[in-house]
């Protein structure tokens, strides 16, 4: 996996303020789930353009659980901070595709 899960960075409230395409994906570096799921995400994420924030979640973390995240990886689709696609344990690049495509529709 290329890229690191970080410990929070953003709140609820500044993540309902990012402007655009912003994909939320939750989720930590050990776990198993994530690993195997990373590939399809990196394939399936390769040309989009929207800004994609991985964000270590555990226990406890604000962020995840205002999302009401309990699986990893769950990755979370906003357009204009508004969550429009959620998508959780992805098997297939086309699972992330599918939320990609409910993001550009609400774009419009």
């Given amino acids: 996996m290329d890229a ?8 609820r409230e500044q993540a ?13 570096d050990w ?8 590939p399809k995400i990196e394939q399936a994420m390769t040309d989009a ?3 994609r ?10 962020l995840g659980r205002s999302y009401k995240v ?3 990886p769950t990755l979370i689709f906003l357009a204009n901070g508004t969550e429009v696609a959620r998508v959780v344990r992805p098997w297939k690049a086309e699972d ?3 939320g990609l495509d409910e993001l550009t529709a609400a774009l419009g």
């Fill in 53 to 62: 924030i991985l964000i270590e979640d555990g226990k406890g973390r604000p």
């Fill in 96 to 98: 992330v595709t599918a």
């Fill in 4 to 11: 690191e899960y970080l410990p929070e960075q953003i709140t």
């Fill in 16 to 28: 309902d303020a990012l402007p655009g395409a912003v994909v939320l994906q939750f989720g930590t």
């Fill in 49 to 51: 353009a929207v800004q």
């Fill in 70 to 72: 309990k699986l990893w």
């Fill in 31 to 38: 776990c198993g789930y994530c690993r195997g799921a990373a």
